[in-house]
C-alpha cells in the first residue's frame, strides 16, 4: 500500500487547503459542504482505511475481479482535481454573486393557504399507504406497474410535514409528527436515506431561520450518534421487521462498542473502489455516452406498463459491466464522477464539477440573501438535502430525489407559480434603508387574514 501514501497525502492538502480557503464563505447548507462531506466520507476516509490494511472491493471473492491500488490511487488523484474544479467555480460564483449584492431580487412568497391544502391532501393519502405496505395490507408484486407510484406516495408524510415546519416553524404538533415518521422509515430495513435527507433539511432550516451557519452543540452530539447507527441501521430495521428485538437491540448496542469482534465494514460503502472500477470499466468500453445517461430523466414520468422497453436510470450501468465486476447485478454505484467520466472521458472531470458548483453555489446564494418564507429558499433546502445522493448515485438523483421522492415539493412549487397563486415580493439588500418593507406588509396581511378567519 506503500504507492497509495503519496496520493493520500495529496487528497489530505487539497481537502484542508479547500477548507482554509473557502471556509468563510461557507455555511452548513452550502453546497461546498455537502461536496466535502461526499468527499471524505466517500473517498478520503476510505482511502485511509485502504492503507491501514482493510481489503479492496472482490478480493476473495470467487469468479471476480478484485480492484488493484493502481486504480485507487488514479480515481483519488482525478477525485481531487474535480474537488478543485468545483471549489474554483463556486468561488466565482461569490464573486460575481458579490458584485451583485446590492441588486434587490423578486422572489415568490410562500402562500400558507397552499401548504395547508397540500397538508390536508398529502399527509393523510401519504399516511396511509405508508401503513398499508409497512402492515402488509397491501401487498403488490414487483412487476406491478403501480408499485414505483405508490412507493412514492408512501413517502409524502414526510415531504410534506418539510414543507409545513419551513412555512409555520417547528410547532410541537408538526415535530411530534416528524419524529414518528421518522422512526417508522428509521426501522423499515431499507432506503436508509430516508431518514438521513429529512435530518439534512430539518438541521439546514433551523440554523436558517435561528441565522446560524453551523451546527449547534446538540446538533453534533446527534449528528455523532446517526453516524454510529447508521452502518447498522439497515440490519437493526431488518430484525424488527422480523420481530426479533433481541437482535435489533444487540446490533444498536454494538453500533457504540468501538472494540466489538463483530464490527464489519459494509460492503456497500466503499465507495472508492466502485468508482475506481468504474474508470477501468470505462475504459474497457468502446464508446463515450456523450451525455446520453442524463437524457433519462425525459422517460422517468412515463410507466413502464406502457412502454416496456423505456431506457432505464442504469442502463449504461448494465452496458459497461462484466462478468468479474458485474456492477448492474450487483447494484453497484458509479457517483456522479464515474458517470462523468463515462460520458466524457477525462474532460469530464473538469466540466461536470466546475457546472455543478457555479450553478448550486450561485443559486444558494441567490435564495439564502432573502427572507426566509420564500419559494425559492425552499426548493433549494430540498435540492440541498439530496446533494450528497446525487453526488454518489449520479446527476439524475438530483431530480429522483427532489421530485420523484419529494412530490409535495414539487406540488408546492407549480401552484406557487400559477398566475394568483402566490404574491410575488421585491427583496432589497440588507443595506437599503427600505429593506423589509415588503416583508412587513406580508405579515401584517396574513395576521389579517387569520383574524377574519377567526371570526
Request: aromatic letters at 16%.
Given at each position: 500500500m506503500d504507492s497509495l501514501l503519496p496520493f493520500l497525502r495529496l487528497d489530505v492538502f487539497v481537502v484542508v487547503s479547500v477548507i482554509?480557503?473557502?471556509?468563510?464563505?461557507?455555511?452548513?447548507?452550502?453546497p461546498l459542504t455537502a461536496y466535502l462531506l461526499f468527499h471524505i466520507y466517500s473517498f478520503s476516509y476510505r482511502a485511509f482505511t485502504i492503507y491501514g490494511g482493510a481489503p479492496l472491493l472482490y478480493v476473495g471473492q470467487a469468479n471476480a475481479e478484485p480492484i488493484t491500488i493502481e486504480e485507487i490511487n488514479r480515481a483519488l488523484l482525478w477525485a481531487d482535481i474535480a474537488l478543485i474544479m468545483f471549489v474554483l467555480a463556486s468561488w466565482w460564483a461569490h464573486l460575481r454573486f458579490e458584485a451583485k449584492a446590492q441588486q434587490p431580487v423578486v422572489r415568490r412568497v410562500m402562500n400558507p393557504n397552499i401548504v395547508r391544502a397540500l397538508g390536508f391532501v398529502c399527509l393523510p393519502l401519504g399516511t396511509y399507504f405508508l401503513l398499508a405496505i409497512k402492515t402488509g395490507r397491501l401487498e403488490l408484486a414487483e412487476d406491478n406497474a403501480a408499485v414505483s407510484y405508490i412507493?412514492?406516495?408512501s413517502m409524502w408524510p414526510v415531504g410534506i410535514l418539510g414543507l409545513l415546519i419551513f412555512t409555520f416553524g417547528f410547532r410541537w404538533y408538526l415535530t411530534l409528527l416528524v419524529a414518528f415518521f421518522l422512526g417508522l422509515v428509521a426501522l423499515q430495513g431499507y432506503h436508509r436515506f430516508m431518514l438521513i435527507l429529512p435530518l439534512l433539511f430539518l438541521a439546514a432550516y433551523y440554523l436558517q431561520s435561528t441565522r446560524r451557519r453551523w451546527p449547534t452543540l446538540p446538533?453534533?452530539?446527534?449528528?455523532?450518534v446517526v453516524a454510529l447507527v447508521f452502518p447498522r441501521l439497515k440490519y437493526i430495521g431488518q430484525a424488527v421487521q422480523f420481530g426479533d428485538t433481541q437482535e435489533a437491540f444487540t446490533q444498536f448496542t454494538e453500533c457504540f462498542a468501538l472494540s466489538s469482534k463483530d464490527k464489519e465494514t459494509s460492503a456497500g460503502e466503499d465507495f472508492l473502489d466502485q468508482y475506481a472500477g468504474t474508470l477501468s470499466l470505462a475504459d474497457s468500453n468502446d464508446r463515450k455516452f456523450w451525455g446520453s445517461t442524463y437524457l433519462a430523466i425525459i422517460t422517468l414520468p412515463i410507466p413502464r406498463a406502457w412502454w416496456p422497453k423505456k431506457p432505464g436510470l442504469a442502463d449504461h450501468v448494465q452496458e459497461i459491466s462484466t462478468s468479474g465486476r458485474n456492477y448492474a447485478q450487483e447494484g453497484r454505484i458509479t457517483t456522479y464522477l464515474g458517470e462523468s467520466y463515462l460520458n466524457f472521458g477525462y474532460a469530464g472531470f473538469f466540466f461536470i464539477p466546475a457546472l455543478m458548483g457555479y450553478l448550486l453555489t450561485a443559486y444558494c446564494l441567490q435564495v439564502a440573501a432573502g427572507p426566509m418564507r420564500r419559494l425559492s429558499r425552499y426548493v433549494y433546502l430540498v435540492v440541498f438535502m439530496a446533494l450528497v445522493q446525487t453526488f454518489r448515485d449520479g446527476m439524475l438523483s438530483i431530480f429522483v430525489f427532489t421530485i420523484v421522492h419529494n412530490m409535495p415539493m414539487f406540488f408546492a412549487f407549480i401552484l406557487h407559480m400559477m398566475p394568483g397563486f402566490a404574491k410575488k415580493s421585491l427583496d432589497r439588500p440588507a443595506a437599503d434603508p427600505l429593506a423589509g418593507e415588503e416583508e412587513e406588509e406580508i405579515a401584517r396581511e396574513e395576521a389579517r387574514r387569520q383574524?377574519?378567519?377567526g371570526r
Amino acid at each position: 500500500m506503500d504507492s497509495l501514501l503519496p496520493f493520500l497525502r495529496l487528497d489530505v492538502f487539497v481537502v484542508v487547503s479547500v477548507i482554509f480557503l473557502m471556509f468563510r464563505r461557507m455555511t452548513f447548507w452550502h453546497p461546498l459542504t455537502a461536496y466535502l462531506l461526499f468527499h471524505i466520507y466517500s473517498f478520503s476516509y476510505r482511502a485511509f482505511t485502504i492503507y491501514g490494511g482493510a481489503p479492496l472491493l472482490y478480493v476473495g471473492q470467487a469468479n471476480a475481479e478484485p480492484i488493484t491500488i493502481e486504480e485507487i490511487n488514479r480515481a483519488l488523484l482525478w477525485a481531487d482535481i474535480a474537488l478543485i474544479m468545483f471549489v474554483l467555480a463556486s468561488w466565482w460564483a461569490h464573486l460575481r454573486f458579490e458584485a451583485k449584492a446590492q441588486q434587490p431580487v423578486v422572489r415568490r412568497v410562500m402562500n400558507p393557504n397552499i401548504v395547508r391544502a397540500l397538508g390536508f391532501v398529502c399527509l393523510p393519502l401519504g399516511t396511509y399507504f405508508l401503513l398499508a405496505i409497512k402492515t402488509g395490507r397491501l401487498e403488490l408484486a414487483e412487476d406491478n406497474a403501480a408499485v414505483s407510484y405508490i412507493q412514492a406516495i408512501s413517502m409524502w408524510p414526510v415531504g410534506i410535514l418539510g414543507l409545513l415546519i419551513f412555512t409555520f416553524g417547528f410547532r410541537w404538533y408538526l415535530t411530534l409528527l416528524v419524529a414518528f415518521f421518522l422512526g417508522l422509515v428509521a426501522l423499515q430495513g431499507y432506503h436508509r436515506f430516508m431518514l438521513i435527507l429529512p435530518l439534512l433539511f430539518l438541521a439546514a432550516y433551523y440554523l436558517q431561520s435561528t441565522r446560524r451557519r453551523w451546527p449547534t452543540l446538540p446538533i453534533l452530539v446527534g449528528a455523532l450518534v446517526v453516524a454510529l447507527v447508521f452502518p447498522r441501521l439497515k440490519y437493526i430495521g431488518q430484525a424488527v421487521q422480523f420481530g426479533d428485538t433481541q437482535e435489533a437491540f444487540t446490533q444498536f448496542t454494538e453500533c457504540f462498542a468501538l472494540s466489538s469482534k463483530d464490527k464489519e465494514t459494509s460492503a456497500g460503502e466503499d465507495f472508492l473502489d466502485q468508482y475506481a472500477g468504474t474508470l477501468s470499466l470505462a475504459d474497457s468500453n468502446d464508446r463515450k455516452f456523450w451525455g446520453s445517461t442524463y437524457l433519462a430523466i425525459i422517460t422517468l414520468p412515463i410507466p413502464r406498463a406502457w412502454w416496456p422497453k423505456k431506457p432505464g436510470l442504469a442502463d449504461h450501468v448494465q452496458e459497461i459491466s462484466t462478468s468479474g465486476r458485474n456492477y448492474a447485478q450487483e447494484g453497484r454505484i458509479t457517483t456522479y464522477l464515474g458517470e462523468s467520466y463515462l460520458n466524457f472521458g477525462y474532460a469530464g472531470f473538469f466540466f461536470i464539477p466546475a457546472l455543478m458548483g457555479y450553478l448550486l453555489t450561485a443559486y444558494c446564494l441567490q435564495v439564502a440573501a432573502g427572507p426566509m418564507r420564500r419559494l425559492s429558499r425552499y426548493v433549494y433546502l430540498v435540492v440541498f438535502m439530496a446533494l450528497v445522493q446525487t453526488f454518489r448515485d449520479g446527476m439524475l438523483s438530483i431530480f429522483v430525489f427532489t421530485i420523484v421522492h419529494n412530490m409535495p415539493m414539487f406540488f408546492a412549487f407549480i401552484l406557487h407559480m400559477m398566475p394568483g397563486f402566490a404574491k410575488k415580493s421585491l427583496d432589497r439588500p440588507a443595506a437599503d434603508p427600505l429593506a423589509g418593507e415588503e416583508e412587513e406588509e406580508i405579515a401584517r396581511e396574513e395576521a389579517r387574514r387569520q383574524q377574519i378567519a377567526g371570526r
